[in-house]
């Protein structure tokens, strides 16, 4: 049933979504896209987690300042790391335009 996906019009697997082929991508640049995603989510997560604890020895037990605390931090943390992603992409897209 699934043999002959992606076969039709002449397109092999690994042309697969693609008309002219240009965009094919490695199973390593997927890891490394991959892993660039979790990094992001966990070093997220943790500044959060940091933000809520850490209120608390600052600031005593208000929850309300502990929650908004852990945004605040996680917001920076977030924003910078988009920063260096988009930064490291959009040196990978100019490599990738010199080489074509």
């Known amino acids: 049933m699934t043999r002959d996906m992606g076969k039709k019009s002449g397109q092999g697997l690994s042309e697969f979504g693609s008309e002219d082929g240009d ?5 390593k640049e997927v890891k490394v896209y991959l892993m660039a995603l979790i ?19 600052a ?3 208000s929850v309300t300042l ?6 605040i931090l996680a917001t920076m943390v977030a924003m910078a ?13 100019e490599k990738h335009e010199k080489q074509h």
Do not use: H, L, Q, W
């Open 66 to 71: 502990r929650v908004m605390t852990g945004i």
């Open 39 to 57: 990094n992001f989510m966990v070093s997220v997560a943790a500044a959060f987690t940091f933000g809520y604890v850490g209120s608390e020895y």
């Open 81 to 93: 790391d988009i920063y260096f992603m988009a930064k490291v992409v959009e040196e990978e897209v």
């Open 23 to 27: 965009d094919d991508v490695s199973p």
């Open 59 to 61: 600031f005593g037990a």
